[in-house]
């Protein structure tokens, strides 16, 4: 997250990150060094915080469950046009009494 905050010098605004502890920020326009100590509560006095990082997070979180949607849905099509029997004789050989073909198989011996 970051932080808008006017230089205690010349008063431009500064944006700064919070979240990796303390900074020292340098100002670019009149070259004034001071340290913002996320832990101060003084640091926050004439400062708001930028949100737009946030928004656009939470764009790419939209972007990527679209993305996980459509591949789920793809994967359900393909499992749909490909042979079910082929698949449960993979996992597990014993459905190979209950497909049609031994079924017909058993009523010619018979």
Avoid: W
């Avoid at 100590?37 to 004439?46: Q, R, S, T």
């Avoid at 997070?57 to 591949?71: E, P, S």
């Amino acid at each position: 997250m970051k932080l808008i905050r006017p230089c205690p010098n010349c008063k431009i605004e500064l944006r700064f990150p919070i979240d990796k502890g303390t900074v020292k920020i340098t100002c670019p326009n009149c070259k004034h060094e001071f340290l913002a100590n996320p832990d101060n509560p003084e640091l926050y006095l004439e400062s708001k915080f930028d949100f737009k990082n946030s928004k656009q997070n939470l764009a790419n979180q939209k972007l990527i469950l679209t993305i996980l949607f459509y591949l789920i849905l793809a994967l359900g099509f393909f499992f749909l046009i490909i042979d079910f029997n082929k698949i449960l004789l993979l996992i597990h050989p014993s459905f190979e009494e209950s497909t049609p073909e031994v079924i017909e198989n058993k009523e010619n011996e018979i």
